[in-house]
């Protein structure tokens, strides 16, 4: 059986969860129900893939359009949250076009979940019902960043506003 955590956080269980009607939010790796770890390997199942981790040989296929927006899990700068909020409005946009999107990172907990969570409020959604749903739908870990969840409760436009004044 190989199974890790880092940080005790469990590996998912999935690799990839609906979110919302073709919205999906996962990662690079799962574990399944007997312990064995898998690399996730995206194919041609979706029409748009937003990758905030990248690792080699994980997809998507050929074709596929792949938008890379390298961020980290920990504090954003404006100009990381600025692309956040990018890819969230091009995500919510393929979105309402009927397009399947999926948006992961390395676990599609924390930084996958800020991009669909936002992806959400643009959706319609109210921060603490975005984050609900991301957890109820992924995992209760998803979104376990407080300080992303933080980002989301002001904003992210407050948010990019005030880490852009820098330490007080």
Same mark, same amino acid.
């Given at each position: 059986?190989?199974?890790?955590?880092?940080?005790?956080?469990?590996?998912?269980?999935?690799?990839?969860?609906?979110?919302?009607?073709?919205?999906?939010?996962?990662?690079?790796?799962?574990?399944?129900?007997?312990?064995q770890w898998w690399?996730?390997?995206?194919?041609?199942?979706?029409?748009?893939?937003?990758?905030?981790?990248?690792?080699?040989?994980?997809?998507?296929?050929?074709?596929?359009?792949?938008?890379?927006?390298?961020?980290?899990?920990?504090?954003?700068?404006?100009?990381?949250?600025?692309?956040?909020?990018?890819?969230?409005?091009?995500?919510?946009?393929a979105v309402r076009?009927?397009?399947?999107?999926?948006?992961?990172?390395?676990?599609?907990?924390?930084?996958? %979940? *800020?991009?669909? @969570?936002?992806? $959400? =409020?643009? #959706? &319609?959604?109210?921060?603490?019902?975005?984050?609900?749903?991301?957890?109820?739908?992924?995992?209760?870990?998803?979104?376990?960043?407080?300080?992303?969840?933080?980002y989301l409760s002001? %904003? *992210?436009?407050? @948010?990019?506003? $005030? =880490?852009? #004044? &820098?330490?007080?």
């Amino acid at each position: 059986m190989k199974t890790r955590r880092r940080g005790g956080v469990p590996d998912p269980g999935t690799p990839w969860d609906e979110i919302a009607p073709g919205l999906w939010m996962g990662g690079h790796h799962w574990v399944d129900p007997a312990g064995q770890w898998w690399p996730v390997v995206v194919g041609a199942e979706f029409d748009l893939v937003v990758s905030l981790f990248t690792a080699p040989d994980h997809g998507p296929a050929p074709g596929v359009p792949h938008r890379l927006v390298p961020v980290p899990d920990g504090p954003l700068d404006a100009g990381q949250l600025a692309a956040v909020q990018a890819a969230a409005r091009e995500v919510a946009a393929a979105v309402r076009g009927g397009r399947t999107v999926l948006v992961r990172c390395r676990s599609g907990y924390n930084r996958s %979940g *800020l991009v669909v @969570a936002q992806a $959400l =409020v643009e #959706l &319609g959604l109210d921060s603490a019902e975005a984050v609900r749903r991301v957890r109820a739908r992924r995992s209760s870990w998803a979104l376990h960043n407080a300080l992303f969840v933080e980002y989301l409760s002001v %904003g *992210l436009d407050t @948010a990019r506003l $005030l =880490v852009s #004044l &820098g330490p007080s």
